[in-house]
Structures are given as C-alpha cells and as structure tokens.
C-alpha cells in the first residue's frame, strides 16, 4: 500500500499545483492520498508499471443508495485520452451492480472539460456553493 500511496501522492500534487480542491483543505498531498489509498475504492489506470490515472470514490453508504466520486485525476502526459471518463464509466457500471442508486461529485466551475464530460456522461448540475459545482447521476 506504501507504493500505492506514493503514486497516489505525485498525482495528486501535479492536480493541487494546477487547481483548488476542496477536500484536500489543510491537508498535505501525502496526508490526502494517504487517506484515499487506505478508506477510498480506487480504480486505476497502469502504464508500464506507473499509475497513470485514478478515480476515487465512496461508495459506503449503501442503505442511503449514495456513492460519491471525491477526484478523478490523469497525469498530464496521459490527458486527452479519454481516460477519465472510461474510469468513471468503470466506477458508474460498478456502483450501479451494487445497488447504488445515486453517484455525486463536485467539481471547480472552471474546469470546463471535466464539466463536459459529466455532463456528457449523464450527471445534471443540481448546486454548488463557492467556486464549485455539485453534480449528481441516478443510476
């Protein structure tokens, strides 16, 4: 899990320099993808060996039927791939074979291409509160 966490950590720090996350808050990249490799569900995309994309979820809530993606990220050299959303899709398809009825995530209003691609995918914009917009899918 060490490795994991270490993977987990590098992505998630190129992610931080580029944009705000709000789950991250006071903690470090280390301490976030610490908590991620060791309470979230991760779902992964491997390159020769290095962790090339993941998206992280919860889906711990099954009598409440919510799941919540909390990050997607893809290292910049893999973008524009269709990465993301083949790992969404992966995790939508997982969540719904396990009885989840709804999925949530919030996402930076100015990161128009991931806006796209939830939006594409299916998830409706149904708030937010600062500068993020909170989205969510029936599955």
């Known amino acids: 899990m060490r490795a994991l966490a270490d993977e987990l950590e590098l992505l998630v720090a190129q992610a931080?320099?580029?944009c705000d996350f709000p789950l991250l808050?006071?903690?470090s990249a280390r301490d976030y993808a610490r908590k991620l490799a060791t309470h979230a569900e991760l779902i992964s995309w491997v390159d020769q060996g290095r962790l090339g994309a993941f998206v992280a979820l919860y889906g711990n809530d099954p009598a409440g039927k919510d799941a919540f993606i909390t990050?997607?990220?893809?290292?910049?050299s893999f973008r524009g791939q269709g990465l993301a959303s083949g790992l969404v899709v992966?995790?939508?398809s997982m969540l719904k074979v396990r009885g989840f009825a709804r999925c949530r995530l919030q996402v930076h209003q100015q990161n128009a291409p991931a806006l796209r691609m939830y939006e594409r995918l299916g998830f409706?914009?149904?708030g937010g509160s600062g500068e993020f917009v909170s989205m969510e899918l029936a599955l």
């Not at 990050?71 to 910049?76: F, G, L, R, Y």
């Open 71 to 76: 990050m997607v990220i893809v290292a910049p």
């Open 90 to 92: 992966a995790a939508l």
């Open 124 to 126: 409706r914009r149904v």
């Open 16 to 18: 931080a320099d580029e």
């Open 25 to 27: 808050g006071e903690r």
